[in-house]
C-alpha cells in the first residue's frame, strides 16, 4: 500500500486548505485511514480518522468543528478540509492507514501499518 499526500502550504490565521492523500496497491474497504501531525518538538499527534466502507469518521478534540475528513472510493482519494485555521495547526501532516477499523482505538500511530510522506501546513500572518 502507497499513500501519496498533498496540498500543504502556507496559509493565514483563519484560513482554509485542503489536503489529499491519494492510496494505491491495495484493495481498502476494511480499512481505516486517518490523518496525523507533528510540530516541531512534538510527538506526533492524531487529528481524524475515516472507515473507508461506511464513511463514519472520528475527530481529535482539538480540530472537532473546523477540520472535516472525507474519502472518495472511486478515486481512493482521502481528504482533509481544514477550515479557521489557527497557527497552532502548523505542523507537517501524515497520513496513515490500517489495514482493519479498529473498535475504540484508532487514535494512536502505532496501530497504524502504512504513512504517507507528509505535508507542510504553515499557518501565519
Known amino acids: 500500500v502507497q499513500l501519496q499526500a498533498s496540498g500543504g502550504g502556507l496559509v493565514q490565521p483563519g484560513g482554509r486548505l485542503r489536503l489529499s492523500c491519494a492510496a494505491s496497491g491495495g484493495s481498502f474497504s476494511n480499512y481505516g485511514m486517518g490523518w496525523f501531525r507533528q510540530a516541531p518538538g512534538k510527538e506526533r499527534e492524531f487529528v481524524a480518522v475515516?472507515?473507508?466502507?461506511?464513511?463514519?469518521?472520528v475527530y481529535a478534540d482539538s480540530v472537532k468543528g473546523r477540520f472535516t475528513i472525507s474519502r472518495d472510493r472511486a478515486k481512493n482519494t482521502m481528504y482533509l478540509q481544514m477550515d479557521s485555521l489557527k497557527p497552532e495547526d502548523t505542523a507537517v501532516y501524515y497520513c496513515a492507514a490500517r489495514s482493519a477499523w479498529r473498535v475504540g482505538g484508532m487514535r494512536t500511530s502505532d496501530e497504524y501499518s502504512y504513512w504517507g510522506q507528509g505535508t507542510q501546513v504553515t499557518v501565519s500572518s
Open positions: 475515516i472507515r473507508w466502507m461506511t464513511g463514519m469518521t
